[in-house]
């Protein structure tokens, strides 16, 4: 078993060499002061729970789950209409990210890397999305009694249920495995050299609401000021622009993936 400091010396020094993985340099305060500030909340935090999951027969794909279940608990509390049920799901969403580095630490430490666990890391992620959109929405209702943000949710989920690209890789994926279908490797190597890069609308319309650590705090804050001041705009008002995002992106997908062929260029 390793010794708590230890473990912390071993949590930012991994940290310290994966930082070309991640948008940002987690010792460079100039540049991104609140990333360097959250990313030393995850690592203290991941490194207390490692040390106690250590001495368990918890997996690293075990924790990974209860990230994934932590996303739909806080969902639950923030649509429960207490306040202080409510703060604490805010609490929650804020700080989940940190289970998502214990689990890559636990992993490590235990030698449990595993294809798997990227997998329920990043469904995790997505759980927590849709999780913090839905509780949104029905903390609206609760705060209006209006019932045009229940069909609005309803709108939301069916939108992403029904995505055109989500469906589409997944086809695809089904196909590569059974050898249905091939890719085109020298293609798609020859188009990621000349990748195009992003027009500026839709650069704006992707990192728009977007559900990176950032926009999920903010949101947060925003909602505990809500709670705290019984100011109620900002949540219908967040709430109203993620809809539109969500149609937006989902009449854009439609038109790139079909009418431009995205997919079809690269399959023979």
Not at 32 to 61: D, G, H, V, W
Request: charged share 20%; aromatic share 16%; glycine share 4%.
């Amino acid at each position: 078993m390793i010794k708590y400091l230890d473990l912390r010396k071993k949590n930012y020094e991994d940290r310290k060499k994966r930082n070309t993985n991640f948008d940002f340099n987690i010792y460079d305060w100039k540049k991104s002061p609140y990333s360097c500030f959250k990313a030393r909340i995850y690592i203290e935090l991941s490194t207390i729970f490692a040390f106690f999951f250590q001495y368990t027969s918890l997996t690293a794909n075990h924790i990974s789950l209860i990230y994934c279940i932590s996303g739909v608990i806080a969902g639950i509390l923030l649509a429960t209409n207490s306040d202080a049920l409510m703060i604490f799901g805010l609490i929650i969403f804020f700080l989940k990210g940190s289970i998502d580095w214990t689990d890559g630490l636990i992993a490590r430490i235990k030698n449990q890397t595993s294809s798997i666990g990227h997998i329920l890391d990043t469904w995790g992620s997505h759980i927590g999305t849709l999780s913090l959109i839905t509780s949104l929405g029905i903390y609206c209702y609760n705060n209006s009694n209006n019932n045009i943000y229940l069909f609005l949710i309803i709108i939301i989920l069916f939108l992403k249920i029904i995505d055109f690209k989500l469906f589409a890789y997944h086809q695809l994926f089904h196909e590569l495995l059974n050898d249905e279908i091939n890719f085109d490797i020298k293609k798609n190597e020859k188009d990621l050299n000349i990748k195009k890069k992003d027009s500026f609308t839709v650069l704006l319309i992707k990192n728009f609401m977007d559900d990176r650590a950032k926009t999920v705090d903010l949101i947060c804050l925003l909602i505990l000021i809500e709670i705290i001041f019984q100011y109620q705009n900002f949540s219908k008002i967040i709430f109203g622009l993620y809809i539109l995002k969500t149609i937006i992106l989902f009449i854009g997908i439609i038109y790139v993936y079909y009418y431009k062929e995205k997919l079809e260029k690269k399959i023979r």
